[in-house]
């Protein structure tokens, strides 16, 4: 698609009705420019970089920004070192936009921008959970926060109006929202997603040095536990060091761990040794069953995720469309985020049939998450 050939009128079920700048056309910035697009929206490109914005065009995310443009709403898809003074530049750019910013840090833009005096009224922070592990326009995807979290930051000061188009623009991705404070999201995402960048880079460095016999037998295991380690040191450092104080404290009991288990197994047969390192298996078990998507899982069967509005009737069409394709379902679970306007369904069904199944699907119109 090209810039003659895109469309400007939203399809039905889109909320946001007006037009949408995004500066930062990168990984995040593309992706979400690609998913409103795909929804029909009037989207609008801007970069520090010229060439990012028109490769974001030849892919079909939007037109350049130029004078005279009026969005409603500014998504700031940028470096987490310079989202501050980008959100500060577009607010008093644009006098009644909504700005927004994507920044895998919450509190330190926020800071900053408080620091500063900056009337924050038409401000909300807000987070994906939802990225890649290699940046870059060429990286962006329009589906990529299909049935993914999107934490919205607000505070009693926020306007309703401002909290509403922020949502809207999450949901018109595909997204479900999740109001945080920025002081429980920063400590959140030192869990979910800083440390786990850390273990994951810990690891793979031990594979720099590996002989190529041991790398030729790496299985799935190692894949996964490393496979964010080709994340971008220029990102992370900056998002390692925004959020240091929640990070260190979980790194600080991750040392208790392993000292005590690498006691343990430099004397496997002192008393208490093989219990010390089953309670720490054990404790895993527990913790990997408690991630959403995890229950019960039966690996006889493939799942398929489907997002719904949040309104009446709309699993019973679902339903009904699946019962017409003649497909057959083996299990069903009903996810609803508190708060979001939007569910997920996942199905399971026999391997054999679930591409049919997705395909079909999205021929009539669901939303497929990845
Ligand atoms: N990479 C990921 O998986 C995720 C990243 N984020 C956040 O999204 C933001 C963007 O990250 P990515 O898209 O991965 O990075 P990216 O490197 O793919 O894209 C960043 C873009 O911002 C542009 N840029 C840099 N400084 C600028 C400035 N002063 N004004 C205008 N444009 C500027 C760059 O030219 C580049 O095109 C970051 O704040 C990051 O913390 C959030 C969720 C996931
Ligand atoms: O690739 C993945 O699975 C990620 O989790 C990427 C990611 C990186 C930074 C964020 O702030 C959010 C998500």
């Avoid at 698609?1 to 469309?7: A, H, R, V």
């Avoid at 697009?37 to 970069?47: C, Y």
């Avoid at 936009?97 to 926020?110: F, G, I």
Wanted: hydrophobic share 45%; charged share 25%; proline share 5%.
């Amino acid at each position: 698609m090209n810039e003659s050939t895109l469309s400007t009128r939203p399809s039905p079920s889109t909320r946001l009705s007006g037009q949408v700048r995004i500066v930062g056309t990168g990984l995040l910035g593309g992706s979400i420019a690609l998913a409103l697009r795909s929804q029909g929206v009037d989207v609008v490109l801007a970069d520090a970089s010229p060439s990012s914005v028109r490769l974001a065009v030849d892919l079909g995310a939007g037109r350049a920004a130029e004078e005279g443009d009026r969005p409603q709403l500014i998504v700031v898809c940028v470096p987490p070192d310079v989202t501050a003074d980008t959100i500060e530049a577009e607010l008093l750019r644009f006098s009644d936009a909504v700005v927004t910013d994507v920044a895998s840090v919450k509190l330190a833009p926020l800071f900053e921008l408080q620091n500063r005096g900056v009337d924050l009224t038409r401000y909300i922070g807000s987070h994906p959970l939802a990225g890649r592990e290699r940046g870059g326009t060429i990286s962006a995807r329009g589906d990529l926060f299909l049935g993914r979290p999107w934490v919205i930051c607000r505070d009693e000061e926020t306007p309703g109006w401002v909290l509403d188009r922020v949502e809207d623009l999450a949901h018109d991705v595909g997204a479900l929202t999740i109001e945080m404070t920025p002081e429980a999201h920063d400590e959140a995402v030192g869990l979910v997603s800083h440390v786990p960048q850390i273990m994951a880079s810990l690891m793979a460095k031990q594979l720099q040095k590996a002989s190529d016999d041991a790398v030729r037998l790496a299985g799935q295991g190692l894949r996964d536990v490393t496979r964010i380690a080709a994340s971008s040191p220029e990102l992370w450092i900056q998002i390692l060091s925004a959020n240091s104080e929640a990070v260190v404290n979980i790194l600080e009991r991750i040392q208790d761990d392993l000292a005590e288990i690498t006691q343990a197994l430099r004397n496997v047969d002192a008393p208490g040794s093989r219990r010390a390192i089953a309670r720490e298996i054990s404790a895993g078990n527990d913790g990997v069953a408690r991630l959403p998507g995890k229950h019960g899982q039966n690996r006889r069967f493939a799942s398929l995720i489907v997002l719904i509005d949040d309104t009446p009737g709309q699993l019973a069409r679902l339903l009904t469309e699946i019962g017409e394709l003649g497909i057959n379902l083996e299990d069903l679970r009903l996810e609803h985020a508190e708060g979001a306007q939007m569910g997920l369904v996942e199905f399971s069904v026999l391997p054999e049939v679930v591409d049919k199944l997705t395909l079909e699907l999205e021929k009539l119109g669901w939303r497929i998450a990845a």
